[in-house]
């Protein structure tokens, strides 16, 4: 009768203390009802009963007000809403003007600020929080633009393709200026991590070019700069070398030449001045992968190198100085006996230098300076995951979307992609700050200094 009924009150499954989990939602993937930010709160009275009447059930206490119960209601619809605004128009029979209601589109204040650009491509393109979405959902979560098209067709506000194009035009020409200037600073960085990956321009792999391209990659390059870490995506036929070193031609000259991390290949060597870090990671990997055919010699390489890697676990935390400290006494002594070991297998005839065995060997034989270079240098890591796991967006964006058509729309999803990524490592919402950057354009382009992941907010 008076709804669900009233018991004696005990802490409910969400009050409960939990133990703490490692994936950040309190146990289980579970959230409070605070921990949904964006979702819309709809207070609901109880039908019967008001605070202060007496209870129903033991007809003695006296009703008063605790903390809401919830319930969650799910909705499922497309990304992008579409609202369509009947604008009443009136004419006058006899001068024949029309008197147009004035929409309340008009008025909101996510909208891209076009006043001083040329980028008017029509109305789909004016809200900027829908710009945002449509390049969020191509390159930050892999959904291409047909594939969105049909998501929106299916709930009946359909998208073309070709909108979905402008409007991420839209994006990229009010995030250009911030790109330039974190392209500046990232030139400055103390350390500067790179990879490639492939990915088509089709329009550049077109026959008659001249000269002739026959491959394009995006370079992913992670440049950290006093304490912050800045994403660039580079997509063209330069690889990363070439992609590092125009960045660090415009560094400045009185500081110290930086610190490059990758992989031994020579597509990563630099024109610029730098030290070389090369990543152990590529170097332990390529004896793992010959864990089943060199058991003996490879699981000694690997319990070696194991040490090195639980020396980094625990003093990854500490300032640069005192983490190179302790693996100068820790890691130094069991990387000089496998550095000895090494040429000892070809000498003694252990192992074939001509045998998969070999060549691994002998990868990190002529690459040990560079693999062991965080032996020397403060701020040196062991690997260059960091760039490994970034570059898995690009991966998953041509894995879905498969090419780029032009150098233009490569440049376009490179802006979104570096801004998008850097926004995360800042622990800024890339979602939020796209918009900001529409909404203000104007004022972008006059101070992008000011506009910043990690300053914008203090100048909205």
Known sequence: MFGVKSEPHNASDDERPREKSNDGNGGHGRRGRDGYPGAERFPVEHPDLKPKQKCPECNKGRLYEAEPAVDYAWEGTAPLHLTIYLLQKLLCPECKTSFTAPSPGEGLSRTVDDSQDSMKTG??????????????????????????????????????????????????????????????????GELLQSDDTKMKILNCLKN??????????????ISHVKGRAITLHVTGPSQAGANVSAILASRSEDLEPPIHMCDGLSANNLTENAVVANCLDHARRKFYDLRTSYKDEVNYILSELQKVYLVDREVKELPANERLAMHLKLSKPTLDSLHQWMPDQFTERNVEPNSPLGKAINYSFRRWPELTRFLEMPGVPLSNSDTEQAIKWAICHRKNSLFYRTQNGARNGDIIQSIIKTCNSANVNSFDYLVALQENRSRVYANPEMWLPWNYRSHL
């Open 208 to 221: 008659g070019q001249d000269p002739p391209i026959k491959r394009t990659q995006t370079t992913v390059i």
């Open 123 to 188: 109305t789909v393109d004016a809200n900027a929080s829908a710009n945002a979405m449509v390049a969020g959902m191509r390159f930050e979560y892999g959904v291409p633009h047909y594939r969105l098209a049909k998501i929106q067709e299916r709930r009946g506000m359909a998208l073309p393709a070709a909108n979905q194009d402008r409007m991420i035009k839209q994006v990229a020409f009010s995030a250009a200026p911030v790109h330039e200037v974190l392209v500046r600073m990232a030139a400055d």
